[in-house]
C-alpha cells in the first residue's frame, strides 16, 4: 500500500460489504482528516446492511458513526487541532439556516445530513469531516472505549431530556447497548434503575453493572415496578424497545407527573395509551441523536472511569472481516457492541 492509498469498506448491497484500496481525500478547508483506530456497528448500521435504507445511502457507501481515532492532517482553517490529537466525531452536519438551526436545535435540523450514511463514513482507515463535528479526546484515553462515546452521548442525551435527578427511579424498556447505556448514566445520576428486557444474556449484562433487571417473561414489568415503589410507578421510562409491548409498558409504569423519553425509532405509529396521559398527568418528549454538550459530557464520564463501556464490547474483528462480522450478527443473542478495527496498526 503506497502512502496515499487506504482500505475502504463499502456497503454494496443486501448483505453484502466489499473492501476496496481507494486514494485518501485530502482534507478540505475546515476540515479534519482522521486515522479512524476502532468503529462499532449501531444498530442503524444494520438495517443498511439488510438493504432497508438502500435509497438513501446508496449501494456504493461506506457506512459507520462510532468511531475513535487519530488526527492525520487538518485542511485549511481547521483550527484549534493538532495532527497526532486522539478525537471522536459527532456525525452530524446541519444547514445553519433552517428554523431548527436558527432556533439552535442543529442537532435535529430540517436538513440534518449524518456522517456515514448521507456521506462516507468511518469504516475507511482515513476519514475527513467538517471541524465542528470534531471532539478532542483527553490524552491516553483508551481508543477501544473511545468508539462507544458516540451512542454513550445518545444516553446523555435522552437522560438529560428526562430531566432525571438522584433519588428517582427510571425504567429502561430494552436493554440492547442504548438503554444499557442509558441505565448505566441514569445509574451515576443517583436513580434507581430497573431495565426491562427479554434476553437473558442482556439481563445478566445487567445486573452485573448493578442494575435492576425485569424480564417480562416472568410478569408484567408495570406490576414489578409498582412494587418496588410502593404503587407509584417509575419516575421516567425511556422506551428504547420499538416494540407494541414497550409502548404499552411505558405508559402503564409512569408514575403520575412521570416523564416517559421516546428513544426507539418508531416508523409504524403504534398505538399509545393517550387515557394515562390525561389521567396521570403524564409527560412525554422526543429524544434524538445528541447535542455538543452530550458529547464533552460523554467524554468525561468515560475519561473518569463513571461508566464501564467496555462491559458491552462482546466482539472486536478487523476491517476485512466486516461483512462476516455484520452477518454473524444477525439473530445473535449473545453479541451487545462489536467493533470494527479500522486502524492496521492498532
Ligand atoms: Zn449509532
Ligand atoms: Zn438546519
Known amino acids: 500500500m503506497t502512502a496515499h492509498s487506504i482500505k475502504a469498506a463499502f456497503y454494496t448491497g443486501e448483505k ?52 475513535s481515532g487519530t488526527i492525520s492532517a487538518l ?16 456525525p452530524l452536519a446541519h444547514c445553519g439556516a433552517c428554523p431548527a438551526c436558527e432556533a439552535g436545535h442543529s442537532h435535529i435540523c430540517h436538513n440534518l445530513k449524518f456522517l456515514g450514511l448521507d456521506t462516507n463514513g468511518a469504516f475507511q482507515e482515513k476519514w475527513s469531516v467538517p471541524a465542528y463535528t470534531v471532539h478532542a479526546l483527553p490524552e491516553g484515553i483508551d481508543l477501544k472505549l473511545a468508539a462507544l462515546i458516540e451512542p454513550l452521548a445518545v444516553a446523555c442525551h435522552d437522560v438529560r ?39 437473558e444474556n442482556r439481563l ?23 412494587t418496588q415503589t410502593r404503587g407509584k410507578g417509575a419516575d421516567v421510562v425511556f422506551e428504547v424497545s420499538g416494540s407494541q409491548a414497550g409502548v404499552e409498558t411505558m405508559t402503564a409504569a409512569a408514575a403520575t407527573r412521570g416523564r416517559i423519553v421516546m428513544v426507539a425509532i418508531n416508523n409504524k405509529k403504534p398505538p399509545v395509551d ?61 453479541a451487545m457492541k462489536t467493533l470494527i478495527r479500522v486502524g492496521a496498526n492498532l
Not at 213 to 222: F, M, T
Not at 316 to 334: T, V
Request: negative net charge.
Open 161 to 199: 431530556r428526562a430531566r432525571l435527578v438522584s433519588g428517582e427511579t427510571a425504567l429502561v424498556i430494552g436493554g440492547g447497548p442504548i438503554g444499557m447505556l442509558i441505565a448505566m448514566v441514569a445509574k451515576h445520576v443517583g436513580a434507581e434503575v430497573a431495565v426491562a428486557e427479554i434476553n
Open 274 to 334: 393517550l387515557f394515562q396521559f390525561f389521567w396521570r398527568e403524564l409527560e412525554m418528549l422526543g429524544a434524538r441523536v445528541y447535542e455538543p454538550e452530550d458529547y464533552e459530557q460523554a467524554i468525561g464520564l468515560l475519561a473518569r472511569g463513571a461508566i464501564d463501556v467496555g462491559a458491552l464490547i462482546t466482539d472486536i474483528r478487523a476491517l476485512d472481516d466486516i461483512e462476516q462480522a455484520f452477518a454473524g450478527l444477525h439473530g445473535n443473542s449473545i
Open 16 to 67: 453484502s460489504f466489499r473492501v476496496e484500496e481507494i486514494t485518501a481525500a485530502v482534507p478540505g478547508a475546515g476540515e479534519v482528516q482522521i486515522d479512524v483506530a476502532f468503529c462499532g456497528v449501531c444498530g442503524t448500521d444494520m438495517h443498511v446492511f439488510h438493504g432497508d435504507m438502500d435509497a438513501r445511502v446508496t449501494t456504493h457507501r461506506v457506512i459507520g458513526h462510532e468511531m
Open 204 to 226: 445478566s449484562i445487567a445486573k452485573k453493572l448493578g442494575l435492576g433487571a425485569l424480564n417480562p417473561k416472568d410478569g408484567p414489568v408495570e406490576v414489578a415496578i409498582k
Open 75 to 90: 485542511g485549511e482553517g481547521a483550527s484549534g487541532f493538532a495532527v497526532g490529537q486522539r478525537v471522536v466525531v459527532r
